[in-house]
């Protein structure tokens, strides 16, 4: 675009660092040996071991999905390893056992989980590649009844609770990524909210790939019983590599009646350089079921990945329930973005809100792909979308995919969409006032957020600001 | 103060200033006044800095140095300001926001602190009277959805709060009604100060009863083909332009 806007130097990506740590990594290659193999290092039980097999028999069938608008070459599955471990990481350890190396590493990258230093309010669970190695304020969430452990422990200690729901709201056979990641899922995060618990405090769950050529392919369950109420926040990073590397995870979540679950995402996985070299390709899967008056909150800002593929949705099963997906999707370089929702109304009077901002800048492409789907006993619904495209620069692109399906008379949509280009004149206004370029771009981009942000948790709502104000830089001058 | 020697500046290919000479002292007001696609604003956004005009030729020195040198931001930062004549929207940012991180910028280049939010609506308090502006405007994003003349007081509550050294008005007055043509010239002449000029470029005389200037310039086809003093404000009003342009 014009003159000025072109030429910044590119800031590195901050969390491109490697973790020098002795891994206990698998070969590369993918069969039921494998599975197994995970599974036995796990000491999973039985039936874990039998719905890994039946995934991965499933996914052996299907074929990898190629309507999402990104492009990529072929992924060799046989070439990455499904599991690398830390092997200073012993399986259920306490805090005080973890190996200073890793936490000098979550220090790294701000994230404190010696207990004296904890941000206030908020409990971390740290998942390194395919382990997790350690999760904060446990003491403080048992006494509100709370669990919030790693995915293998939770196999360990409340198996009830995750035979009951371990794919119920996304089956092994869902998709592609989905019956993948059923098959090899290493580790993950598990919270249990109690009937009528109000969570006092933020969970969060940091992802960190670390091991080269090695997926992650992590599993979230969170379920809140009756009248229950959480919020939890996920973020994440990778080093950076010349290579792809797979992040393909499953996330599932469960508001029971009068439930609701607040699900927030920080994304920066290490996004390629500007050639688009390297960086994670990250096809996730994410949905929830909402049941009777309950409500479900997604909210997310996706500034890495050299590709996105992701559709947090909502399943509003129960009569008079919420979902709503909040989201801020940006591309720089050559990154590509496929994201959006689902809605799908199936209870009465049922309600969902839309809201996405996509940026582009660079190269990058960037699609927003919606569908809303009203059923016919989901009588009295209503559905609200608004999706905001804005261009920085005139090589990127902004694509929308919008599907609407309303199958009875009484429910209704409203859709809004816009594109922009952020305007010379914009920047120049900012500039006339003091301000520089990269101040003026990140002031109108957070501007054009807004709505997004004000749903982040508070702690996170500055965070994510700053790194899209890095993740722009090197898109203006 | 400033001074601009036969300055040239085109509009991609287009020649639009075509030889522009002025100075203006610390202490001074000139009004430049001429008809419309004259260069006027042209002129203001070239001192300001904006990217889409090309000097091709002449000088603007500011303060002892060569204005044409420093980017846009360092010259807000050292005390220049143009009120646009066409206010720029920001949506989702608050004017309050906005306002301060224009201000501490200013404040940084200073060497001086930075303000935190409840100071800085401290000083917000002062500045608003003096606009006679709603607060609840401070929470508004910058100018979207703001009437015309809502736009042109916020560029001078603006101009309150960073105290510029030379600040130009680009049309400041157009769509103003006759209270707020008031106000905003009552701010305007609050703020003057003996080491600060002001430049204001307008159509009409009207203003200049209020804003009294010590300088008429005439701005015509890239050029400024007469100045005078407050007279020639009078005078044009009367007869329009063409006699100006006929004898130049
Ligand atoms: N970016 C541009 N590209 C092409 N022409 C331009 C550009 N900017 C200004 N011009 C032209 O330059 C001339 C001077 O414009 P300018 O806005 O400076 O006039 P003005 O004196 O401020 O007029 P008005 O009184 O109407 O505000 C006009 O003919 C205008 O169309
Ligand atoms: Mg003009």
Not at chain 1, 55 to 84: D, G, L
Request: with cysteine; charged share 20%.
């Amino acid at each position: 675009m014009g003159s000025s806007i072109e030429t910044l130097v590119n800031r590195e990506y901050q969390y491109g660092f490697v973790t020098e740590i002795e891994a206990d990594t698998i070969a590369p290659g993918l069969n039921e040996d494998v599975i197994r193999l995970i599974s036995s290092k796990k000491n999973e039980p039985e039936w874990l071991l039998d719905w890994r097999l039946k995934a991965f028999r499933r996914w052996q069938t299907m074929t990898e999905p190629h309507w999402p608008n990104v492009k990529y070459n072929p992924i060799n599955y046989q070439a990455a390893r499904y599991y690398s471990a830390p092997k200073s990481v012993k399986p259920l350890q306490s805090l005080d056992e973890v190996d200073p190396e890793l936490l000098a590493t979550y220090k790294k990258l701000g994230i404190s989980l010696t207990e004296q230093k904890l941000l206030a309010g908020v409990a971390v669970d740290a998942i390194f590649d395919s382990v997790s190695v350690g999760t904060t304020m446990k003491d403080e969430l048992a006494k509100h009844g709370v669990v919030f452990c790693s995915f293998t422990e939770a196999v360990h200690n409340y198996p009830e609770l995750i035979q009951k729901y371990l794919g119920s709201v996304v089956p092994y056979s869902d998709n592609f990524f989905a019956a993948l990641n059923s098959a090899v899922f290493s580790d993950g995060s598990f919270c249990y909210v109690p009937k009528g618990v109000r969570c006092p405090i933020e969970l969060s769950t940091y992802f960190r790939i670390n091991a080269a050529e090695t997926g992650q392919f992590e599993r979230t369950l969170i379920v809140a019983d009756e009248g229950a109420y959480v919020s939890y926040l996920e973020g994440c990073t990778a080093p950076k590599r010349s290579t792809n590397q797979l992040h393909a995870a499953v996330v599932e979540l469960v508001a029971l009646d009068n439930a609701q679950i607040k699900y927030s995402t920080v994304q920066n996985w290490y996004a390629g350089d500007k050639d688009g070299v390297g960086g994670i390709y990250n096809f996730v899967t994410k949905r929830g079921k909402a049941h009777t008056n309950s409500k479900i909150s997604w909210t997310q800002v996706e500034t890495g990945s050299a590709i996105t593929w992701k559709y947090p949705s909502v399943i509003l099963q129960g009569d008079n329930s919420t979902g709503e997906f909040y989201s801020v999707a940006l591309v720089n370089n050559k990154q590509q973005a496929d994201t959006g929702t689902k809605m799908i109304h199936i209870g009465k009077n049922t309600k969902s809100t839309i809201i996405s901002k996509g940026i582009s800048a660079g190269e990058g492409q960037n699609s927003y792909r919606g569908r809303v789907q009203m059923l016919p006993k989901a009588t009295g619904s209503r559905n609200y979308t608004q999706c905001d495209s804005m261009l920085i620069g005139n090589k990127c692109g902004a694509h929308t995919f919008p599907y609407i399906e309303i199958a009875n008379d009484s429910s209704t949509t409203e859709h809004e969409a816009s594109t922009s280009k952020i305007g010379e004149d914009q920047i120049f206004y900012c500039k006339a006032r003091g301000l520089n370029a990269e101040h003026a771009i990140s002031l109108i981009v957070s501007g054009f957020c807004r709505e997004v942000f004000k749903e982040l948790p508070m702690e996170f709502a500055l965070e994510a600001q700053q790194l899209l104000g890095i993740s722009l830089e090197g898109s203006v001058g | 103060m400033l001074s601009i020697s036969a300055l040239h500046a085109n509009a991609g290919d287009k020649p639009i200033l075509k030889g522009i000479s002025l100075t203006v002292n610390p202490g001074e007001v000139h009004a430049i006044m001429g008809p419309n696609g004259s260069g006027k604003s042209t002129l203001a956004q070239v001192i300001a800095g904006h990217p889409g005009y090309e000097v091709t030729g002449g000088s603007i020195t500011y303060m002892n140095q060569d204005l044409l040198e420093l980017d846009p931001e360092e010259r807000a930062q050292q005390g220049v300001f143009l009120a646009f004549q066409y206010p720029v929207e920001i949506p989702g940012v608050t004017n309050a926001y906005f306002l301060r991180s224009a201000y501490n910028e200013i404040r940084k280049a200073k060497g001086e602190e930075e303000v935190d939010p409840m100071e800085f609506l401290d000083l917000m308090e002062k500045k608003l009277k003096l606009v006679d502006m709603d607060p609840a405007m401070l929470h508004r994003s910058v100018n979207a959805g703001f009437s015309g003349g809502e736009k042109k007081r916020n560029e001078i509550l603006q101009m309150a709060v960073l105290e510029p050294k030379l600040a130009i008005l680009d049309e400041t007055d157009s769509g103003l009604d006759i209270d707020a043509l008031r106000i905003v010239a009552d701010g305007v002449n609050a703020l003057k100060r003996p080491d600060n000029a002001t430049i204001v470029v307008t159509h009409y005389q009207r203003l200049l009863n209020y804003i009294v200037p010590d300088f008429v310039h005439v701005l015509a086809g890239g050029k400024i083909v007469k100045s005078g003093g407050k007279e020639l404000a009078l005078e044009l009003e009367q007869r329009g332009y063409e006699w100006v342009m006929d004898a130049a």
